[in-house]
């Protein structure tokens, strides 16, 4: 995807579609912090500045729905994998705080 700045980044984007607002976001750099968190940080940074666009009313009014998604999930049901606790709980911590100063629902 292009984002806004006409940079390439198919890490994380967004799009709208209908009634929807949907953020694509990359949970995988929670995974592999060896190469860095700066991608973490940019992320973060740039999911926020989305979610503060997205929540203005002209364009709530359009996408009333914000829509998050990632490859990995956020819950899990298996009790033995350690993916489940270790990774997981950081992208869901962060999508929590989100989700509550932003008003969006996760997918």
Same mark, same amino acid.
């Given at each position: 995807?292009? /984002?806004?700045? #006409?940079?390439?980044?198919?890490?994380?984007? !967004?799009?709208?579609? #209908?009634?929807?607002?949907?953020? !694509?976001? !990359?949970?995988?750099?929670?995974?592999?912090?060896?190469?860095?968190?700066?991608?973490?940080?940019?992320?973060?940074?740039?999911?926020? +500045?989305?979610?503060?666009?997205?929540? +203005?009313? $002209?364009?709530?009014? +359009? $996408?009333?729905?914000?829509?998050?998604? #990632?490859?990995?999930?956020?819950?899990?049901?298996?009790?033995?994998?350690?993916?489940?606790? /270790?990774? $997981?709980?950081?992208?869901?911590? +962060?999508?929590?705080?989100?989700?509550? /100063?932003?008003?969006?629902?996760?997918?």
């Amino acid at each position: 995807m292009i /984002n806004l700045e #006409g940079d390439i980044n198919n890490h994380f984007y !967004s799009y709208n579609i #209908g009634p929807a607002h949907i953020i !694509s976001f !990359s949970t995988e750099f929670y995974h592999y912090i060896n190469y860095g968190t700066h991608q973490i940080t940019t992320q973060f940074e740039w999911l926020e +500045k989305d979610l503060i666009e997205a929540n +203005k009313a $002209q364009n709530r009014q +359009k $996408q009333p729905w914000i829509i998050t998604l #990632g490859h990995r999930p956020m819950y899990c049901s298996i009790d033995n994998d350690t993916e489940c606790y /270790n990774y $997981q709980t950081l992208v869901r911590l +962060k999508q929590t705080e989100f989700r509550f /100063n932003y008003s969006f629902n996760n997918s």
